[in-house]
Nanobody, 120 residues
């Protein structure tokens, strides 16, 4: 079973950038589609970006398309989320998740999250 561990969150000013990382401790990392979700205070957790098992397919929520980029390195068991032009609305707890089915889910392995706070 995949055990995602997120890192890279922090406090950043509006307009800045952050790169989140997710390490997955599993031997067959390439057998899992991966995704990032986020949960803002008082709101439901929402899908942000997903990437296929081989990294060739990606999809994004409308709110981050063109602003965030998801990528993966199967040799290192890592997934990344490059976040640019950050806005206060991007403030949330960001979760990394894994799916053994596809990048459309379902996602059944979750990390503990990493906090991103954007100051305006």
């Amino acid at each position: 079973q995949v055990q995602p561990v997120e890192s890279g969150g922090g406090l950043v000013q509006a307009g800045g950038s952050l790169r989140l990382s997710c390490a997955a401790s599993v031997r067959t990392f390439g057998s899992y589609a991966m995704a990032w979700f986020r949960q803002a205070p008082g709101k439901e957790r929402r899908f942000v970006a997903g990437i296929s098992k081989d990294g060739h397919g990606t999809r994004y929520s409308d709110s981050v398309r063109g602003q965030f980029t998801i990528s993966r390195d199967n040799a290192k068991n890592m997934v990344y989320l490059q976040m640019n032009s950050l806005k206060a609305d991007d403030t949330a707890l960001y979760y990394c998740a894994a799916s053994s089915v596809s990048f459309n889910g379902p996602y059944d392995s979750w990390g503990q999250g990493t906090q991103v706070t954007v100051s305006s």
